[in-house]
């Protein structure tokens, strides 16, 4: 695991020193992604400069240190990931007889791109990456992203200079960048709580998608093109649905896993597993335990705040299975220590509080071990996620009731408002009155006046009218609206998942993972996202994802082949903490400072008086606006960083 970062000006009006410089400037920036080692590789009649921070996982001597030149001299690369069959392609490059310096991927992926080609080699690769690839001779730079976008890679174009990085940072301190921010992007930010790719928060600056490649020439043209796209794997799972029966589905599954988890315990590092207790990582712990002749390292964190802790159940888990486990119980105090850095760590607005104790299980986890297996990934593939069965179970109720009858009950709902209602909700019991009943009315209103897919789109909002909220711009349209996508996914689940692999998993989930445990210089491994368990995932019929109204079949009755099924059967509980109380109390005076009308006037990217009105609500718990307002001050805090 690493950092890369790099440029190409067209211009080449700097010297050897001067672009030595620069790199070097850049690759500081991103020292904790990779403190092992740095290098710099730079063509002065070319303008191009390659940069790389190493975090040494597999062959730790100094044959596998980047940049690399491939052993024809043509080639150059940087590289940062985990390549898991790299043996492979060994083997494949054995009658060309090439003299291997080392043992490392990076020069397994170098020397396949120079015999097959960048597109062949990345069609054949088992991992997480991201690299950039400089060919001397024809004088072209090539950057390619994974297939799931474990790994991130950003670049932009300014006055003819590509520059490409592992993390915004190190881009911004190219001379050319300029930090203009993007108006559209934060309106889209507000509402999912990251950026949506391709865009990132400035102008001119792209987050390079997953599976694909992108191609600059010398005469300054740049191509885009995808090696791999989850539109045709789903597909292809429609057209032709995997027909054997659940025994055969289970251990197909259990094979695909086995395989993909055995690649992923291979390191030259103590290497460990984060374990929170729930399916997927208990899942992955158990697979790792079964190939592994002495005790598995397990990690987890418990919080004392109730309905946040599942350090409980990690440790049930840990158990059962014998793993050395060790938990760390940390106070609200720790915990909010961390949001000051958060700005730094994630460089552009990121608002899913679960960064919080993702950073602290990494940061414990570090102390221990250098990899740490996770479980990232299992929701989206098989349903897990709690909104697609409330979306589908309401969507079937609501869109079953004719059309004028909805149109008359959104005019009934919208006739009152959000606190008429919650004022008539006090005739429900405490123990069955719904949170924030008014709004969650008002929006079922505008869901019985639209599509069925709306109802999804106000469960993954956490504003919503953004014209009342952004200053600038207009909200980017993103998949999310896509009307189109119902023709090519006619199964409501499939468009869910679809949206959120696409979306959610790289800009969120994944992006939080990296970003956080790249910050204590940990590598994180997601085995369920190896390419050959999703495109086995999008195969299976519907019933073998979700079966009895609930959802995960198939990866719960695998599991119940290494646990009791008393141990896996528990409500799901997602990994967060209270900011909505935090934000009342302990961290009222940081809150204020940041949603105050001067704060908000200062860097102009939201409505002052929207922003206070919320505030004011949440502050007199009229209203639960915690996600909302902790979008709102994750975005302020990041201005604070960047934009002063």
């Not at 600056?205 to 020439?217: A, D, F, Q």
């Not at 984060?274 to 712990?285: A, M, P, Q, R």
Request: glycine share 6%; with cysteine; aromatic share 10%.
């Amino acid at each position: 695991m690493c950092g890369i970062t790099g440029f190409w000006n067209l211009r080449n009006d700097k010297n050897e020193h001067e672009l030595t410089s620069l790199v070097k400037s850049m690759s500081d920036e991103m020292e904790l992604r990779g403190p092992d080692s740095d290098g710099i590789w730079v063509a002065p009649e070319q303008g191009v400069g390659l940069g790389h921070r190493r975090l040494s996982i597999i062959d730790l001597s100094p044959a596998g240190n980047q940049p690399m030149v491939s052993s024809c001299g043509r080639f150059v690369i940087v590289y940062n990931g985990e390549i898991y069959n790299a043996d492979d392609l060994r083997k494949d490059l054995q009658p060309r007889n090439i003299t291997f310096r080392g043992y490392s991927d990076t020069e397994a992926i170098l020397e396949s791109c120079v015999a097959f080609g960048v597109k062949k080699t990345t069609e054949k690769l088992i991992g997480m990456y991201a690299f950039a690839l400089w060919d001397t001779e024809a004088k072209t730079l090539s950057l390619v992203r994974d297939r799931l976008g474990i790994k991130p890679l950003y670049w932009a174009d300014f006055e003819g200079t590509l520059l490409f990085s592992s993390e915004l940072k190190a881009l911004v301190k190219h001379p050319v960048f300029k930090k203009i921010v993007d108006y559209n992007a934060v309106g889209s930010y507000l509402r999912h709580s990251y950026v949506p790719a391709p865009y990132s928060i400035y102008q001119n600056v792209y987050k390079l998608r997953p599976g694909e490649i992108l191609t600059r020439t010398k005469n300054g043209e740049t191509q885009i093109e995808a090696y791999w796209s989850l539109q045709e794997v789903a597909q292809r799972g429609q057209d032709k649905q995997w027909q054997g029966s659940d025994e055969d589905c289970l251990q197909q599954l259990d094979n695909l896993l086995g395989d993909s988890i055995k690649r992923r315990m291979i390191a030259d590092v103590p290497l460990g597993a984060f374990l929170s207790g729930g399916i997927d990582s208990s899942l992955v712990t158990s697979l790792m335990q079964a190939n592994s002749n002495q005790q598995v390292r397990t990690f987890s964190i418990g919080f004392d705040e109730q309905g946040f802790n599942e350090a409980h159940h990690a440790k049930i888990v840990a158990e059962h299975l014998g793993t050395d486990h060790t938990e760390l119980y940390v106070t609200p105090e720790i915990a909010q220590s961390v949001i000051p850095k958060l700005p730094r760590i994630f460089d552009e607005p990121f608002a899913d509080s679960s960064q919080i104790p993702t950073y602290l299980v990494s940061e414990m986890t570090r102390k221990h071990v250098t990899v740490a297996l996770s479980g990232d990934g299992g929701d989206e593939l098989f349903c897990g996620y709690n909104r697609y069965l409330v979306s589908a179970l309401l969507g079937e109720k609501i869109f079953s009731c004719p059309k004028m009858l909805r149109y008359i009950a959104a005019t009934g709902i919208n006739a009152l408002s959000p606190n008429m209602w919650d004022m008539a909700s006090h005739l429900i019991p405490v123990n069955r009155r719904p949170q924030m009943f008014g709004d969650r009315l008002h929006k079922l209103a505008k869901v019985l006046r639209g599509r069925k897919d709306d109802l999804f789109v106000r469960m993954l909002s956490q504003w919503d009218e953004m014209e009342k909220l952004i200053r600038k711009g207009t909200e980017i349209q993103t998949l999310l609206f896509d009307e189109s996508l119902s023709e090519r996914l006619p199964n409501f689940y499939d468009r869910m998942q679809f949206i959120d692999t696409i979306m959610y998993l790289p800009d969120d989930i994944l992006t939080k993972v990296d970003r956080a445990s790249m910050a204590v210089s940990l590598e994180a491994r997601v085995p369920l996202l190896d390419h050959r368990v999703v495109e086995f995932a999008w195969s299976l019929p519907h019933e073998m994802k979700v079966r009895n109204g609930a959802g995960k079949w198939a990866l719960k009755e695998l599991l119940y082949r290494y646990l009791p099924q008393n141990i896996v059967d528990r409500p799901k509980m997602g990994f967060g903490v209270p900011v909505g109380e935090w934000i009342k109390g302990p961290l009222r005076d940081w809150a204020e400072h940041l949603l105050c009308e001067e704060m908000l006037e200062k860097y102009q990217l939201i409505q002052t008086e929207e922003v206070r009105k919320r505030w004011k609500e949440h502050l007199s718990e009229k209203r639960n606006w915690e996600a909302g307002l902790w979008n709102v001050l994750m975005l302020q805090s990041w201005a604070d960083e960047w934009i002063k």
